[in-house]
């Protein structure tokens, strides 16, 4: 009789070890795919093509794109610690700033008074890289916040100083950037208009700013609203 009673004893223990079993495997799965604001990550770079030195906030661009550019790398990490690949992500951007010269603006492309959202699918380490580019002299502010869903992933801010061919901001480069240039170049300086960072304005400086001149170059975008950056951030 006694096997009788076994019998039901040792189903119990294997019934109980398979939902224990299975109490792990919803376990190790349940936070795939969330994402973890604390693991993910918002970060913001400079991809240099201009001759400012590597690792500061000096951007020379152009509103074609053909000069340095604004990145912003979202990572998305789910509560288990692992990367959330192939996700769709949105991010709303927006940029405010305070030109060198007052009379100008900062322009930048693809942006509506300074905002814009966008989307994009993370890659194998769960990161999504957006990149932007503009037009005007002065300080630019970008802050921008992530989202999986309705799952908040990150935020950020990050401050630039931005100087273009299109020095007056306003997202084309024509002759009434020339005007801008020019004075500059007689007087040899100006923070705006050394697009080399040589620390002066010369001959070199020309040879930058004309192709983009001669090109016409431009993007559509909007001016950004105009705010006070922190003091002594940029030349
Ligand atoms: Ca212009
Ligand atoms: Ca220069």
């Not at 991809?47 to 998305?76: E, F, R, Y």
């Not at 431009?218 to 001016?223: D, E, I, L």
């Amino acid at each position: 009789m006694k096997r009788w009673f076994h019998a039901p004893g040792l189903t119990t223990l294997a019934t109980m070890a398979t939902m224990a079993t299975l109490a792990l495997v919803t376990a190790s799965t349940a936070g795939a795919g969330v994402p973890d604001p604390v693991a993910s990550y918002c970060n913001t770079s400079v991809i240099h093509n201009d001759a400012c030195p590597v690792g500061s906030n000096h951007v020379v661009w152009c509103p074609a794109g053909d000069l340095s550019l604004i990145s912003a790398t979202i990572g998305v990490i789910d509560v288990g610690g692992n990367p959330c690949v192939n996700t769709t992500v949105m991010v709303n951007f927006r940029f405010t700033g305070e030109p060198t010269v007052t009379a100008n603006n900062l322009w930048v492309c693809g942006t509506t008074n300074g905002m814009v959202t966008l989307f994009g699918v993370t890659d194998a380490l769960g990161e999504v890289t957006f990149t932007f580019t503009g037009g005007g002299c002065g300080c630019l502010m970008m802050d921008f916040n992530a989202w999986v869903g309705p799952a908040f992933v990150c935020q950020t801010q990050a401050q630039f100083c931005v100087k273009s061919p299109d020095m007056n901001g306003n997202g084309t480069i024509n002759f009434q950037d020339t005007f801008q240039y020019l004075p500059q170049l007689n007087a040899g300086t100006g923070w705006c208009a050394d697009f080399n960072c040589s620390n002066s304005v010369n001959f070199l400086d020309t040879f930058q700013y004309l192709p983009h001149l001669n090109g016409a170059h431009s993007c559509p975008g909007s001016v950004i609203p105009i705010t006070p950056c922190p003091p002594g951030l940029c030349p």
